[in-house]
């Protein structure tokens, strides 16, 4: 576990594999946040664990970000306002071997904390994490790929949605 503090927000980062005990509730929490701001419903228990076990099983290295300077009755008292996800994988970029990448998920800001250089600071503090553990190359899947593109990223595909209707 790490721990960071900038003034009033205060990052902990958390490496999956390495929580035990009542610290895997950490999951939960992080799950919890970054399912809000997905603006998706909560997860019943067995997703809750199916999740659990792949992010112990993918090596996710998550952080969130707390403002401790937030009112009591606001909902970020107790939840991040910041969520931020990366694990080692592969990409299949069509050579003989499947190239080492540093893949980034569930990144989530509230949009009571955005425009403050959150979002800068842990992604380049993350992508200096990834160089020196080796990785040449980030993957990010993101519903809105123009934020990214000052960290280097581009989009490398598009996705379509079809409904087709029977009669």
Do not use: W
Request: aromatic residues 10%; hydrophobic residues 35%.
């Amino acid at each position: 576990m790490k721990h960071h503090e900038t003034g009033a927000l205060h990052t902990v980062t958390y490496n999956a594999a390495e929580l035990h005990g009542a610290d895997r509730e950490l999951i939960g929490q992080f799950q919890q946040a970054t399912t809000v701001g997905f603006y998706e419903e909560q997860p019943d228990k067995d997703c809750r664990t199916t999740y659990a076990q792949l992010m112990v099983a993918q090596q996710l290295r998550f952080s969130m970000v707390f403002d401790q300077q937030v009112e009591t009755f606001s909902r970020h008292a107790t939840a991040p306002v910041l969520t931020y996800g990366s694990f080692p994988g592969n990409l299949n970029a069509g050579g003989v071997r499947p190239v080492p990448v540093h893949k980034i998920t569930a990144v989530t800001v509230s949009p009571t904390h955005r425009r403050r250089g959150l979002l800068t600071q842990q992604i380049t503090g993350d992508l200096h994490f990834a160089q020196s553990q080796g990785f040449a190359l980030a993957a990010l899947g993101a519903s809105e790929a123009s934020i990214y593109g000052r960290f280097g990223f581009e989009p490398a595909t598009y996705q379509t949605r079809l409904k087709t209707q029977v009669p």
